[in-house]
């Protein structure tokens, strides 16, 4: 499955509608500690508005609201994947991605067959404390190792300057929050992002 190289991960739908038309693919709806029926609100509008501009949607950890507005893509977390219907979300074809932070997370996610697994973070980050350490690039190279052909998105810490690098250590995708959506300019930032993608 090939993914786009590059995608924003945003807390609103609004968000789509100012990046949709600069060339955005792919985007994942991130929404922490909201109701659920707000998050049920946001990712309909999410859903129409990627479905109107041709883009593929992620929805994070929400699997059944994602699962019952036919959503692309649930991404999973650890604590996640345990209370989620996997086998529902194959039947729809929903894609399912998964994060991991260390090799037995690892080996969980490959045992679930995933359509993308994520490694994060790379780099430190300012969006929310972690308790792992930066993976750096050479973890990137050795999941890469591990995972084969299945997709590798690389998240946490990267900005513009750091992509070449990433992509040279073997991720397939990479999946960027602060540097967008914190930028001056964000519209400007997601099209130097999307340039640095083809260039590479």
């Known amino acids: 499955m090939k ?3 590059v995608y924003p991960i945003v807390d609103a739908a609004g968000w ?13 709806l991130r929404i922490k500690e909201r109701p659920a029926d707000q998050v049920r609100a946001e990712v309909r509008a ?3 508005l990627c479905a109107a501009a041709g883009l593929q949607l ?4 929400y699997w059944e609201i994602a699962l019952a507005e036919g959503c692309d893509f649930v991404h999973l977390g650890q604590g996640d994947l ?6 529902a979300l194959r039947r729809a074809a929903v ?4 994060s991991t932070h260390d090799h037995q997370e690892l080996e969980r996610a490959l045992g679930v067959q995933p359509d993308y697994v994520a490694l994060g973070p790379i780099y430190p980050t300012l969006l929310k404390a972690m308790p792992w350490q930066p993976q750096g690039l050479e973890r990137i190279r050795e999941w890469k190792r591990r995972i084969g052909p299945t997709p590798l998105v690389a998240i946490g810490g990267l900005t513009l300057e750091r992509l070449a690098g990433v992509f040279a250590a073997g991720a397939d995708v990479a999946a960027v929050v602060t540097d967008i959506i914190r930028d001056r300019d964000p519209e400007a930032r997601t099209r130097a992002w999307l340039a640095a993608a083809r260039a590479a």
Request: proline share 3%; aromatic share 0%; glycine share 10%.
């Open 16 to 28: 789509i509608a100012r990046l949709a038309p600069l060339g955005v693919r792919l985007v994942q």
């Open 58 to 61: 992620i929805v994070n950890d």
């Open 95 to 98: 894609r399912v991605g998964i």
């Open 46 to 48: 999410a859903r129409a």
């Open 3 to 5: 993914l786009a190289r």
């Open 82 to 87: 345990a209370g989620a219907d996997l086998a």
